[in-house]
């Protein structure tokens, strides 16, 4: 088996979810992550402080030409993730709404709404330094891909 250190992308919310399934074992829980579980991830890379963001920690704006970069390109954070802004769009679990009042406080996927578009958050090596702030999202109709989005698959601890 080839392992690969680029980002998937170009990936509908329809096979991110096929993807999902096929990969589920018993031992082993795996989910795409929430958009407040995202947001939290985010905010440590550190608390967005976007405006003083320098590239040595983030893909964006084409910093390296036009493409992804490999995952572990730059270090991590305190989480121990990679590349959590920039680099390619991450799907998320959540149904759009305009407005993240009503998102639930447990901080489960937000499952009403338009779920005909799926939450995107982090942005991409296509975009502006702004749109890498934690607190940046956009909703993306689930049948849409694109060379700047893909996702990210968290394990449960408990499966």
């Known amino acids: 088996?080839?392992?690969?250190?680029?980002?998937?992308?170009?990936?509908k919310w329809g096979h991110v979810r096929t993807k999902l399934t096929t990969c589920q074992t018993s031992k082993v829980g795996l989910l795409v992550l929430y958009q407040r579980t995202w947001e939290v991830l985010g905010e440590k890379c550190p608390k967005a402080?976007?405006?003083?963001?320098?590239?040595?920690?983030?893909?964006?704006?084409?910093?390296s030409s036009t493409?992804?970069?490999p995952v572990d390109s730059f270090k991590t954070n305190p989480w121990g993730l990679h590349n959590v802004h920039g680099n390619v769009w991450e799907w998320t679990e959540d149904c759009w709404n305009n407005t993240n009042a009503g998102n639930p406080g447990d901080g489960n996927a937000r499952t009403s709404g338009d779920c005909n578009?799926?939450?995107v958050r982090g942005g991409s090596w296509r975009?502006?330094?702004l749109n890498l702030r934690s607190a940046n999202r956009f909703g993306v109709t689930s049948d849409f891909r694109?060379?700047?989005?893909?996702?990210?698959?968290?394990r449960t601890l408990d499966p």
Not at 1 to 11: D, I, Y
Not at 49 to 61: C, E, F, L, M, V
């Open 67 to 69: 493409k992804t970069i």
């Open 49 to 63: 402080k976007i405006p003083g963001k320098s590239r040595a920690q983030a893909n964006y704006n084409s910093k």
């Open 1 to 11: 088996m080839q392992v690969t250190r680029q980002r998937v992308t170009r990936q």
């Open 127 to 129: 975009n502006h330094l």
């Open 146 to 154: 694109y060379h700047d989005q893909g996702f990210r698959l968290a």
């Open 117 to 119: 578009r799926r939450v």
